[in-house]
């Protein structure tokens, strides 16, 4: 008897028959790009545990922005770093904030650059929690209020896409409620609905100065260990209105994004998240990796797991690669 088996490498021997049959592909349209904008003038300063990644006041915006649309790159997602932190988080919806100000001037400079708001109030509280605090309590109800204020100071200063990040319960019924008596009925909510308590988020807090003062997230962010939980997410921030569903970090939890993507007919964003990105950079410096073939080979599996878009800290970095 002759050995008979299925001979796969056929598809694989040249570069071209492989293209033919790839089954996945990453475009530029894909990624979203988060900024860092911070108050002052003249500063572009690296943020030390994310190299490649700055710290910008609005006068230096202006050249980065020209960069990434230059790049093809469509979309960006923007984080303020106040000055001036409260209780309350009074400077996230400020009407001259600086994410506000950050936004108009965006769509000043770029109308059609889609701007996405990352809505929380952990940048701008002086505890560094998400939400209004007492007796070392995240209180959620009384945090609603607030982050439909912020939404709909994002949405005036000109914001394309709301992103709320804080995980108190019922953020998105609010936020869709606040937008819609604004008059602001057409701005949709890309919803973290998943979003897990990760020590991912490391570099981000440094970048964002946002780390919590006391006790840690785990009270409102989902424990990594649950996936039916990311169901029941994802069906109560469908119900209260979102358009966008999001799951956060990505590389740890790819099941996630695929059972998500099976389930729910909504597009589905991935967030490489800071601690994804950091790693992957301080393998390359000490020239432990292939910086440019690791990132592809991550960004396309989270495409293949089931994303339709990528929240991550190398868009401009692929968006070279890709044009290449
Ligand atoms: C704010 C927020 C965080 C991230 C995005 N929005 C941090 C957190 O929840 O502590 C993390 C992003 C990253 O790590 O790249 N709620
Ligand atoms: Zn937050």
């Not at 994002?154 to 914001?159: K, N, S």
């Amino acid at each position: 008897m002759p050995l008979s088996f299925d001979r796969h490498r056929r598809l694989r021997q040249t570069a071209a028959i492989r293209a033919m049959v790839r089954e996945t592909h990453l475009r530029v349209d894909d990624l979203i790009y988060p900024l860092f904008v911070v108050e002052g003038s003249g500063i572009r300063r690296e943020v030390p545990s994310m190299p490649g990644v700055y710290h910008l006041s609005l006068d230096r915006l202006t050249e980065e922005i020209d960069e990434i649309a230059g790049l093809g790159i469509r979309a960006v997602m923007v984080f303020g770093v106040p000055d001036e932190k409260d209780e309350v988080g009074s400077q996230a919806y400020c009407e001259t904030g600086i994410v506000q100000r950050a936004i108009r001037q965006i769509k000043a400079q770029r109308p059609e650059m889609v701007v996405i708001a990352d809505t929380c109030l952990c940048e701008y509280t002086s505890h560094g929690h998400c939400g209004v605090v007492e007796n070392e309590q995240v209180l959620n109800d009384p945090s609603l209020e607030l982050l439909a204020k912020t939404a709909v100071s994002q949405a005036q200063a000109g914001a394309d896409i709301i992103a709320p990040s804080n995980m108190m319960d019922g953020f998105v019924a609010a936020i869709r409620h606040g937008l819609d008596e604004a008059g602001f009925e057409n701005v949709p909510i890309m919803s973290y609905a998943i979003k897990y308590a990760s020590a991912f988020y490391g570099p981000f807090r440094d970048a964002a100065d946002s780390a919590p003062q006391f006790g840690d997230r785990k009270t409102y962010q989902m424990d990594p260990a649950n996936r039916l939980e990311a169901f029941r997410e994802a069906e109560s921030d469908i119900k209260e209105g979102a358009d966008f569903l999001m799951v956060k970090p990505a590389l740890a939890y790819m099941d996630i994004i695929r059972d998500i993507k099976n389930r729910f007919p909504l597009p589905l964003v991935a967030y490489n998240v800071s601690g994804e990105y950091s790693m992957v950079k301080a393998a390359a410096q000490n020239g432990w990796i292939d910086e440019k073939t690791v990132v592809m080979e991550m960004l396309t599996g989270m495409k293949r797991a089931g994303a339709d878009l990528i929240i991550t800290y190398f868009a401009k970095d692929a968006a070279h690669w890709m044009a290449d």
